[in-house]
């Protein structure tokens, strides 16, 4: 693979990759397809959509974490962020869900405490980390979600290892599946968005932290109210 390192942004000028909000503004929307094909399904075309437009998501998702985690001044205040958030969202999550079933976020804060150890040696973070890190098997997508997102940390900094989560987590997480091949193609799309450069745009902080919990939310709402 002929794909550089990703450059962290200096501290100072508090830099933010113009990729980036793209990223996020992506991983929102089929995440969002996901679920409403999910939970509001609308007769054959909501299977496709899962298994295509809808297993983008996780995967931009697992990089935004470990690229946040790697570069934040505050790597354990991060992780405090994506925590709250899994609390707040747990509640309609597991309505939705009929089942205690924890959500990503709880995944994506364990790998995020992991690394604010990595970063800080802060044994408190790391506690939280191991102890989140123990609970994956009860959460969405297991723990090769957490190992997704170590891969990509690991990928950051070492381009060659771009392999792991490009061919051996599609292939671990959903097999030779349509939607194995959508993840496939997920990374793909990652790959050539954080090699590109594409003019900065601004997403409102919102819509990039609190947009889980709230969509969550009004999809029990609209479930509860049809």
């Known amino acids: 693979m002929n794909t550089t390192a990703i450059a962290a942004p200096a501290a100072a000028a508090r830099v933010i990759p113009g990729w980036l909000p793209l990223v996020q503004g ?4 089929t995440m969002a397809i996901d679920h409403v094909s999910l939970w509001l399904p609308a007769g054959d075309v909501s299977p496709i959509l899962r298994a295509t437009l809808g ?5 931009l998702f697992c990089f935004m974490v470990a690229w946040h985690a790697l570069h ?17 969202a747990q509640l309609p999550f597991m309505a939705l869900h009929g089942q205690p079933l924890g959500n ?17 040696r802060d044994h ?8 989140l890190a123990c609970g994956t098997a009860l959460n ?29 987590w599609p292939l671990a997480q959903y097999g030779t599946s349509l939607s194995g091949v ?13 090699s ?4 900065p745009i601004h997403l409102p902080r919102w819509l990039t932290r609190w947009f889980y919990p709230a969509h969550l939310g009004g999809i029990w709402l609209l479930r509860w109210l049809v």
Do not use: K, N, Q
């Open 124 to 131: 408190v973070a790391l506690a939280a980390g191991a102890l």
């Open 196 to 199: 590109t450069h594409v003019p």
């Open 72 to 88: 934040t001044a505050d790597a354990r205040r991060y992780a405090d962020r994506i925590l709250t958030i899994a609390l707040l």
């Open 140 to 168: 969405e997508y297991g723990p090769l979600a957490l190992g997704l997102i170590l891969a990509f940390m690991l990928a950051i900094r070492h381009p060659i290892t771009w392999i792991v989560p490009l061919i051996g």
């Open 104 to 120: 990503i976020c709880f995944t994506l804060a364990a790998a995020a405490y992991l690394a604010a150890y990595y970063r800080h």
């Open 26 to 29: 992506i991983a929102i929307v």
């Open 55 to 59: 297993r983008v998501a996780l995967p």
């Open 182 to 194: 959508s993840a496939f193609l997920g990374v793909c799309l990652l790959l050539a968005l954080v």
